[in-house]
């Protein structure tokens, strides 16, 4: 099984003028060479550094905080093996309708700054709400009124 994690470019963070030609050629190696690819957004990134997480100016080390924590939850499954953990391939299978429809937005919660060592307790509830807010996603996007064609979370 190949997953990937692809980080799609944004002005906000970089200004290179070959970041999105690189980004939209890639398009078509993922689409026939992965199994399962977890879309990350710069521009998100960013909007999370700044309004969620209140940093000022956010540096690439923050954003690679927010990246690395997500594939590291994404992939717990792999490092924590158990009878309640699934695998990833399991996850690609009940996620993805058709071969090429791959493509997975992730929801991340609860979001914390680089340095922040404060820990509070979060209710079920808080944390299902906060999975789904667009302030939490790792895509720009807002589905507050669109459809979800799959979901699945990973505790």
């Known amino acids: 099984m190949m997953a990937t994690f692809s980080v799609v470019p944004s002005h906000k963070v970089s200004d290179t003028v070959v970041e999105p030609y690189n980004a939209t050629l890639s398009v078509h190696q993922l689409v026939e060479n992965s199994d399962a690819t977890f879309c990350i957004d710069n521009e998100a990134l960013y909007d999370i550094c700044m309004r969620t997480l209140k940093l000022s100016n956010p540096s690439y080390g923050d954003l690679n905080h ?34 090429r429809l791959h493509f997975f937005m992730v929801g991340f919660a609860p979001l914390t700054s680089r340095g922040a060592h ?26 507050r009124n669109g459809r979800y064609l799959t979901c699945s979370a990973i505790l």
């Open 66 to 99: 927010l990246v690395s924590a997500v594939m590291s939850g994404v992939t717990t499954c792999l490092r924590f093996p158990g009878q309640l953990n699934s695998d990833l391939r399991k996850l690609a299978v009940n996620m993805v309708p058709f071969p």
């Open 118 to 143: 404060s820990f509070r307790a979060v209710s079920v509830p808080e944390l299902t709400q906060q999975m789904f807010d667009p302030k939490n996603m790792m895509a720009a996007s807002d589905f």
